[in-house]
């Protein structure tokens, strides 16, 4: 496998497709729009709710943290998640400056 070249990048450009990569898989898709619907932390109600097992559950759940998109509060034995809203709308913002750039003038664009 070939060695990434994200020095060859803008940091925005390597922000931007680190970010859609947490986006990549169907069950962070499937987890963040359970802690957007609910709006509030969750924390075990993933399992029941997804119907995934636990140990897959905390694999997605560990990628959407290492981009900072959620975080996590100990209450007990319990680990309780929430979308971290700062980065949200920074994430958020890369994706709409990306797609602000496409002019729908039906001019040139294949």
């Known amino acids: 496998m ?5 020095d060859l990048f ?3 450009e390597n922000d ?7 986006f990549a898989h169907p069950a962070r898709v499937a ?3 359970c802690l957007l619907n609910t709006n509030t932390c969750i924390n075990g109600d993933l399992v029941q709710e997804l119907g ?11 990628e959407l943290k290492e981009i900072d998109l959620i975080h996590g509060s100990i209450e007990g034995s319990r680990v309780n ?18 797609f602000d750039q ?3 003038t039906k001019s040139g664009y294949c």
Not at 16 to 22: D, E, I, T
Not at 83 to 95: A, D, G, H, P, T
Request: contains cysteine; positive net charge.
């Open 10 to 12: 803008t940091d925005k």
């Open 52 to 62: 995934l097992a636990q140990a897959t559950i905390s694999q997605h759940l560990r």
């Open 31 to 33: 987890i963040l729009n």
């Open 16 to 22: 931007l497709a680190f970010a859609a990569k947490a």
């Open 81 to 98: 998640y929430c979308i971290n809203l700062k980065r949200w709308q920074e994430v958020q913002s890369l994706f709409n400056t990306m």
């Open 102 to 104: 496409y002019a729908d």
């Open 2 to 6: 070939g060695v990434t070249r994200t």
